[in-house]
Structure formats: structure tokens, C-alpha cells
């Protein structure tokens, strides 16, 4: 374990920080400082349970990473020794609407917080969390590894890679040595109810279809999220400034992930699918590599998917009202109602 005790995160209160921050937290001699603006995707909630148990030990600023002044600020205050940079507008679907955000916080977000964090110290240490969704399709039979050329298909992806590739320019033009960690699909509890697996926990629970892009083909790399945090942490704790490390799970397509959760439920999905056209340019297939995490940091997952899905399942049947809550919102509904009908440009 290191001995970094002040974390700044980005992104927090989303799906992955929120659970980051409560496995660093752990460590009881770490502090963190938690930068999250709360976009539709953000929720205290998330983090509500384990607040009061760490007092003074967390602080989370209502913040936009892209506030310049601001950030700097609260860098030049923190004086962090480490950062993990998870804010984003990650919802691949909403980007087919309305790109905007995706690039204003996704490219110019990361550019604000690197160049806070260089300028008032060089040797923080900088995790940026990265997608494997930036190498875009991947034939059948090949494996996405670190060296590989990023050629995103959809917008959100070329955020993501216009990020990323920030980040290395930040480590070779400044001596800046930061780290990048690209993860692939995360699962988990606390995950927004537009993805696939909380969408279709949520929709056989209640009396919606689950709309399945095209022919529900596309496959995936299904990694726990609390595989990817140990990761991070692993990564953050051992690795070399400078470097890139894939992290993944275990690949399914949509429709064996929906059947899965079916067959943990116990329903038939007889009459419960409907195909709905496909986003255009969607790719098919992502199967990154975490060979070179595993071979060289000795990471190891302690989920695999089938063993791992019916706690999931568990956890969205007994917090009802956490899902019940997102999903009463304006922003999930409108959204939700053109991501489900396949209405995409
Ligand atoms: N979810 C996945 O499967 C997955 C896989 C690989 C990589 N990632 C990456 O991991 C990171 C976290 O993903 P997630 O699924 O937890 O996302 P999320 O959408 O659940 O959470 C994002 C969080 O960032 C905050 N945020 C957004 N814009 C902000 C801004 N301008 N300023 C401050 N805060 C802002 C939101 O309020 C939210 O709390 C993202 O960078 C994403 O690209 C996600």
C-alpha cells in the first residue's frame, strides 16, 4: 500500500468514482478532496451511507473541472499528491443527441486539470481514466493492447481519445508523468439506469421493454467495477509514471448480458424485447487486453460475470428507491424515451 494521503478525484459522485472514493477511503490515513459539478449523472446519494463515518476525511466541492480559476484554486489549496481524473460525460447514447458537453468537459476539462496540477507541482502523480471504447472496432479474434492506434467511431469515444491523447502529449511535452487507465464496460451496483445492465434490471422489474440495439450482437467486455477500482488502486499505487494499462472482464453480447439477468430473475423474455434500429457507426465488437496489467503489476480479477451478476441483480431489487428516484427526474426521461425508441440523429 503507498503512502499517498491526500487524493483529489474528478467525478465522484458519478457511477465508478463514487465507488473509487469509498475503497480509498479505506485507507484511513488518505483524505479526499472530490470535484463534481453534479450532471444528471452525478448523485450524492451515492456516497450518502459512509459520509458521516469520514468526518473531515472527505470534502466534495460543487465544481465544473472546466472553471479554470476555480480549479486552480482548490489544486493550490488540496496540494494533492495524487489525482484520479474520472469526470466525464461518458453516456455513449447522449452524445448522439447533443456532443457539446462531451467535448467541452471530456477535452477541455482534462486540459484544465492537467495544467492546474502541473503548474502548482510536476510530480503529482496523474491517473486519467480512460475508455477502451477510443480503439474502436476490433475484428473477431483480435485483442485491443496499449500500443494500438485509437480510431473512435462515435462521439464519445472521440472525446475520450482527444483526452487521452492530451494526456500524452502532457507526459512527453512536459515531463508531466502522468498515467492513463483504460477500462472497459463496468458493471456494478449504483450505475445510472440507462446502461444496459441496470436498464434491464429495471425494465423486467417494472412493465418496460428492453430496447435492444440491432440485433443485440454487439459484444463486450463486462468488467466489475470493483475489479476496475482495485486496478486504479493497484495501478496507482505500483506503476511507472508515463504509462498506459488496459483493464478488462469478460466479453459477452447484449442479448447474452440481457438473458443473464433474465435467468437470474426467473422471467421469460418472450415479448419483452424489442429491437429498435442500431446508433449508426456503432461498433461491434471491443475486446481490449489486460495482459500487460496482469503480467506486469500482477492484477487479478475476483469477478468474473456469471458468478458475479445475481448480487447485482440483488442489490437493484432491494434499492429500489435509489433507481426509482433517477428515473422520476426530467433529465433521465427525456433522454430516455429517444434512447429507447432508437430515434438517434
Ligand atoms: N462506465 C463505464 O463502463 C466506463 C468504462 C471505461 C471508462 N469509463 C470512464 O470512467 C469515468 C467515470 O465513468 P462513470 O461511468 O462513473 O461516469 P458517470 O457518468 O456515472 O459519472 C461522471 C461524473 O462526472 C461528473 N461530471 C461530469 N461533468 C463534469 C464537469 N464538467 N465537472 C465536474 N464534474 C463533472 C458527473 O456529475 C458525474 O458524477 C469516465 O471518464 C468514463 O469515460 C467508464
Not at 503512502?3 to 474528478?10: D, F, G, M, N, P
Not at 493492447?145 to 475520450?160: D, F, I
Request: hydrophobic letters at 35%; charged letters at 20%; proline letters at 3%.
Amino acid at each position: 500500500m503507498s503512502h499517498y494521503s491526500r487524493v483529489l478525484v474528478t467525478g465522484g459522485c458519478g457511477f465508478i468514482g463514487s465507488h473509487f472514493i469509498k475503497k480509498i477511503l479505506e485507507r484511513e490515513h488518505v483524505s479526499v478532496l472530490n470535484i463534481d459539478v453534479l450532471t444528471y449523472a452525478g448523485n450524492t446519494g451515492n456516497l450518502s451511507t459512509h459520509t458521516d463515518a469520514w468526518g473531515d476525511r472527505y470534502t466534495h466541492v460543487v465544481e465544473n473541472i472546466c472553471n479554470v480559476s476555480e480549479i486552480e484554486n482548490l489544486v493550490a489549496t488540496f496540494d494533492p499528491e495524487v489525482v484520479i481524473h474520472f469526470a466525464a460525460e461518458s453516456h455513449v447514447d447522449r452524445s448522439y443527441f447533443d456532443a457539446y458537453d462531451f467535448i467541452k468537459t471530456n477535452i477541455e476539462g482534462t486540459r484544465v486539470i492537467l495544467e492546474a496540477v502541473r503548474k502548482h507541482n510536476p510530480r503529482t502523480r496523474f491517473i486519467h481514466i480512460s475508455t477502451d471504447e477510443i480503439y474502436g472496432d476490433v475484428e473477431e479474434g483480435e485483442h485491443s493492447v496499449e500500443v494500438h492506434p485509437m480510431k473512435p467511431s462515435n462521439l464519445y469515444a472521440a472525446s475520450k481519445a482527444g483526452a487521452d491523447q492530451l494526456v500524452q502529449a502532457f507526459t512527453r511535452t512536459h515531463t508531466f508523468p502522468a498515467i492513463i487507465v483504460r477500462g472497459s464496460n463496468n458493471y456494478g451496483t449504483h450505475q445510472y439506469p440507462e446502461k444496459l445492465i441496470p436498464m434491464t434490471i429495471t425494465s423486467l422489474l417494472g412493465d418496460r421493454k428492453i430496447s435492444v440495439h440491432g440485433n443485440g450482437g454487439h459484444q463486450r467486455s463486462w468488467l466489475h467495477v470493483q475489479d476496475f477500482c482495485a486496478a486504479i488502486l493497484l495501478i496507482m499505487d505500483t506503476a511507472e509514471g508515463g504509462t498506459i494499462w488496459n483493464v478488462s472482464g469478460d466479453s459477452r453480447t447484449n442479448l447474452q448480458v440481457i438473458q443473464a439477468i433474465a435467468d437470474v430473475l426467473e422471467l421469460p423474455l418472450t415479448d419483452r424485447i424489442v429491437h429498435v434500429p442500431d446508433r449508426p457507426g456503432a461498433d461491434l465488437r471491443y475486446a481490449p487486453s489486460s495482459d500487460k496489467l496482469q503480467k506486469n503489476l500482477g492484477w487479478s480479477r475476483s469477478f468474473s460475470f456469471d458468478d458475479s451478476i445475481p448480487a447485482i441483480v440483488a442489490w437493484y431489487i432491494e434499492n429500489k428507491d435509489w433507481w426509482t428516484d433517477v428515473q422520476s427526474k426530467e433529465e433521465f426521461i427525456s433522454h430516455f424515451k429517444k434512447q429507447a425508441a432508437g430515434e438517434w440523429l
